[in-house]
């Protein structure tokens, strides 16, 4: 699944609508994960906070209303993380009132928790497979220098 860049624009302008709620503005921190929930055949994403109180209006994405097959999560999911990722990268997300860590979370119709998308933490760094390449090898080496000495 491809989104149109009017498509990607609106997701964005949704999600930092969602966070501008909780921007540096006031003293009180929030404590809260913000949950995204895409819904398949309609189409409709909306955001919302642990205590299902919505933070966005509700939005159409076109190409999810359309969409037929049956991985719609797995690639929501994609779309969404990297969405995410560049947001944090442009600084979308440096001056919320919300206590860390939280996290963006993918969540279903039921919403129940599909996937974290997106971890905010100063001292925590999520690991995955790139992260991870030839760590074994790294490792191996490692200890072999250790044993020799």
């Not at 974290?116 to 490692?142: M, P, Q, W």
Request: net charge negative.
């Amino acid at each position: 699944m491809k989104l149109s860049q009017s498509s990607l624009s609106l997701l964005e302008d949704s999600i930092k609508k969602a966070v501008s709620k909780y921007a540096c503005n006031s003293v009180q921190t929030f404590v809260t994960d913000i949950h995204l929930q895409p819904t398949p055949n309609s189409g409709e994403f909306s955001l919302f906070d642990d205590e299902d109180k919505a933070l966005a209006d509700i939005i159409t994405i076109k190409e999810w209303a359309e969409y037929e097959r049956n991985d719609f999560y797995a690639n929501t999911e994609r779309i969404l993380t990297t969405l995410l990722s560049n947001m944090k990268q442009a600084g979308c997300f440096d001056k919320l009132n919300i206590l860390k860590p939280y996290s963006f979370v993918l969540v279903d119709e039921k919403k129940e928790t599909i996937a974290e998308l997106l971890l905010i933490d100063d001292d925590t760094l999520l690991l995955n497979k790139e992260l991870l390449k030839g760590l074994d090898e790294e490792l191996d080496a490692f200890l072999k220098e250790l044993l020799d000495k």
